[in-house]
């Protein structure tokens, strides 16, 4: 029997009015993968992790984790899961310490526990000197970190982050990379959107590339790289354009 997938989405679609934003997407997750999702710029990443987690209602098709449909049980499906949505919408007029009490405390963890996950999340992401201040006055790259906070706080199964790496400094991104790769090593599932080849290469076992709506290509990284880079091998299944010799000579002095 093949082990049920950390995640799963079937036919999955979206529209904004005329625009497709995401094209019948069928994706697989295996459990305990470490999964990188990459793509161009409006490709259709965040509308798929969206309606992966049930953040927003796809138009048709499915999404499920660890088996239960996300948006026809969406209570056991998000207890599974920890989210770094896109944007990073979250309440504002708290500190981090508080935003970590209270999400922690709605999801009916023991109050102890939440202060100890708390303290220790906020130590390991050097977030502890900013416990006293507002998440609204939070760096983009503190809010990043915190959000990374929240979604780990209740020991997810799988963890879901778009561009959990984005706008964070070096040696804060060392920390995450590291904590993710604890994460996956103690059997957690990973998938993560990111521009940043390298680091997919770095980090992950499997790999999809989007564009346009659809899955071009997915499985083992080294399958979808085939040899050479994951960047070469991106540019060739995206085929974007780059600008020409004779295109914005203007910028030449
Ligand atoms: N709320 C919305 N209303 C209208 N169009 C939208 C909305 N959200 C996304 N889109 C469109 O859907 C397409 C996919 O967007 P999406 O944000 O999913 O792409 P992405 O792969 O995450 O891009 P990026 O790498 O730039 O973050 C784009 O054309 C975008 O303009």
Redo the contacts with the bound molecule.
Sequence with gaps: MTPVPALRLTGLA?S??D?V??DRIDLDVPAGSFFGLV????????????MAVGLLRPDAGRAEIFGTDVWADPARAKALIGVLP?GLAMPERLTGRELLTYLGLLRGMDPAAVTARADELLAVLELDGADRTLVLEYSTGMRKKIGLATALLHAPRLLVL??PLEAVDPVSAATIKVILQRFVAGGGSVVF?S?VMPVVEQLCDRVAV?TG?RVVAAGPIDEVRGGRSLEDRFVELVAGRTADAGELAWLAS
Excluded: I, Q, R, Y
């Design positions: 979206k904004f009015g625009k934003a995401v793509g161009p710029n409006g490709a259709g990443k965040t509308t798929s992790l969206s896109d778009d561009e959107s521009h989007v709506g």
